[in-house]
């Protein structure tokens, strides 16, 4: 085994095979070339002397002045600036390291684009004084890790700062660490996976996360999170389309909403947040939201930190919940047609829930000191009220408000309210059809007070009394 490739093995974890995909060849190699990396394993190391031999890498070092990647004079490599194949058979990594006369930034060429993006190995960013800018183009292909899990080869931001503002950023390893930046204005993901923990500070930031056909998701946490501080900062998930639209999964991850206004958005695919991954956190007197075209939490929604007027909006064009949404502020689920599954439960301590859309339940929703303002259109069901029996699937426990604001679709059932501790206000909403049976006398059901709202096709199982001041009833045929 030649010297080139024990070094190489020595520096990898594992070995990313990357296929053509987007207009992105394989590593600079042409069509129908054969590719220079292998899976390391003991039953490949064989194969990693075999296709590893004609494989070398040159250490590539700016000078520190300001200028483009391509500008080879400005690389000890003069004249060729790092670039697989540049000359033919020469492949880098590439060293950012220099003080220069003070500030500098290296820019990538817009010119390295999606057709012919810039390949290397690895770049390595380590001076305060060093910003290394994409406003446009497309990097790819740094996808090396060393033995103990630090991507050596990645994109590793140790000081200064790397700049995405328009680019993108395919088929890597991003690492920010020691006193390195991240810096986002907008740009692109496209199978990216994150050596390092990652934070939008930028006011308005958008991330968009592409994916592809043999990469269905565009981002792998990899057990790192991602924190959007910035104000109306944003993660965008966009999917590519194959016979239907490619939906994304975000797992082994935490999503911090810690700015006001920040967004998460799920593409045209369903953006699924899997069973061990968090969107958490909201901060003081800020909104955030969650939205799309279709999401499914399996994972843990969790804003149950928050306080001081906070909201979480919720309003993808369908919404499924398997697993938790704990909230002490405000929530409001705005999903066109969401549900709570068998698995689900959503609790409320302390805030105001505020539902929308047509929606179902079949898990558990419980209050603790909240306010449920029940809006859209939902069956007795969904919300405990059942003719016989008794269904915990809605508890909204001792201080805990509810307000009938929606439309109450009671089509063939009997709807009895007694004298439970419970106060049920018809406050603007809707009940439809089927009997309405108010008895004083029934325990474990709650006590139905009417501000003001409507009976539409209503039957009467008893008498009714409107007890409050300028109440009012509007009666529908």
């Known amino acids: 085994m030649s010297n080139t490739t024990s070094s190489t093995l020595s520096r990898a974890k594992s070995w990313t095979l990357l296929s053509p995909r987007s207009g992105l060849s394989t590593r600079g190699v042409p069509a129908g070339g054969s590719l220079r990396r292998c899976k390391l394993s003991a039953a490949l190391l064989v194969c990693a002397a075999a296709c590893g031999a004609a494989y070398g890498t040159t250490t590539a070092t700016w000078n520190g002045s300001t200028a483009n990647w391509s500008t080879g004079a400005d690389w000890s490599t003069n004249p060729y600036y790092p670039q697989a194949d540049n000359p033919s058979g020469v492949y880098y990594v590439a060293q950012i390291n220099q003080s220069g006369a003070g500030p500098y930034t290296l820019t990538l060429d817009s010119s390295f684009n999606s057709s012919s993006p810039l390949y290397v190995d690895g770049i390595t960013i380590d001076n305060a004084n060093a910003t290394f800018d994409q406003p446009s183009g497309t990097l790819a292909g740094l996808t090396q890790w060393d033995v103990s899990g630090t991507p050596s080869g990645a994109l590793n931001v140790q000081a200064g700062t790397y700049e995405l503002a328009g680019g993108t950023l395919a088929n890597a390893v991003l690492a920010i660490g020691g006193t390195g930046v991240f810096d986002l204005t907008y740009g692109t993901f496209q199978n990216v996976t994150l050596g390092s923990n990652l934070t939008l500070n930028n006011s308005s930031a958008s991330l968009t996360i592409v994916n592809t056909t043999t990469n269905p998701n565009g981002l792998t946490p990899n057990n790192y999170g991602v924190t959007l501080s910035g104000s109306s900062s944003a993660l965008y998930f966009q999917d590519v389309y194959s016979s239907g639209y490619i939906g994304q999964t975000i797992d082994h991850t935490a999503i911090n909403l810690t700015g006001n206004g920040t967004y998460v958005y799920g593409g045209s695919g ?180 009417i501000q003001n709202g409507t009976f539409q096709n209503v039957t009467l199982g008893s008498n009714l009394t409107l007890n409050n001041s300028s109440a009012s009833l509007t009666i529908v045929n």
């Open 270 to 449: 369903t953006l699924t947040i899997g069973a061990n991954a968090t969107i958490a956190g909201l901060a003081a007197n800020s909104s955030n939201t969650l939205g799309g075209s279709d999401i499914v939490n399996n994972g843990i929604i969790d804003a149950s930190t928050s306080a001081n007027g906070e909201t979480l909006y919720i309003d993808p064009s369908s919404f499924t919940n398997n697993n938790l949404i704990s909230v002490s502020a405000n929530l409001q689920l705005d999903a066109t047609n969401w549900s709570n599954s068998s698995t689900g439960l959503i609790t409320v301590s302390s805030g105001t829930a505020t539902f929308s859309g047509t929606w179902s339940n079949t898990g558990t929703i419980q209050g603790f000191g909240a306010t449920f303002n029940l809006g859209g259109t939902f069956h007795p069901a969904d919300v405990g009220l059942v003719s016989s029996g008794t269904n915990y699937t809605f508890s909204p426990n001792t201080g805990t408000t509810v307000n009938l604001t929606g439309t109450l679709d009671n089509t063939s059932n009997t709807l009895t309210f007694g004298s439970g501790s419970g106060v049920w206000n018809l406050n603007g909403g809707t009940i439809l059809n089927g009997t309405v049976v108010v008895n004083n006398q029934t325990s474990g059901q709650p006590y139905l007070e």
